[in-house]
């Protein structure tokens, strides 16, 4: 089993800064990406950037310029420095683990981790 804990989150003024963390663990072998949702009251969850084990990283279009996704193999962590923040950046942020095996002979599966509220706000 693998379990996915965040933190980070909190109030910030508009134009601030915040930085959430997400460290996987439990029996891993492997991951293929991490990354970043977002589900904020009354709308679906989104996605707002990914990390893949060999770095490549992709942003959503509202975020581009303002969020930078980094993450740590060894440590199966992955980071959200999250910049310029805007009110519409409030919500409920999920870290992801995809494709997860704990073996070269587990079948892959995604992870959730609990959700930590950002709220951007003055």
């Known amino acids: 089993q693998v379990q996915l804990v965040e933190s980070g989150g909190g109030l910030v003024q508009p134009g601030g800064s915040l930085r959430l963390s997400c460290a996987a663990s439990g029996s891993i072998f492997s991951i293929v990406a991490m990354g970043w949702y977002r589900q904020a009251p009354g709308k679906q969850r989104e996605s707002v950037a990914a990390?893949?084990?060999?770095?490549?990283?992709n942003y959503a279009d509202s975020v581009k310029g303002r969020f930078t996704i980094a993450g740590d193999n060894a440590k199966h962590t992955v980071y959200l420095q999250m910049n310029s923040l805007k009110p519409e950046d409030t919500a409920v942020y999920y870290c992801n683990a995809d494709r997860v095996r704990s073996s070269t002979k587990d079948y892959p599966r995604d992870y959730w981790g609990q959700g930590t509220q950002v709220t951007v706000s003055s």
């Open positions: 990390i893949t084990s060999g770095g490549s990283t």
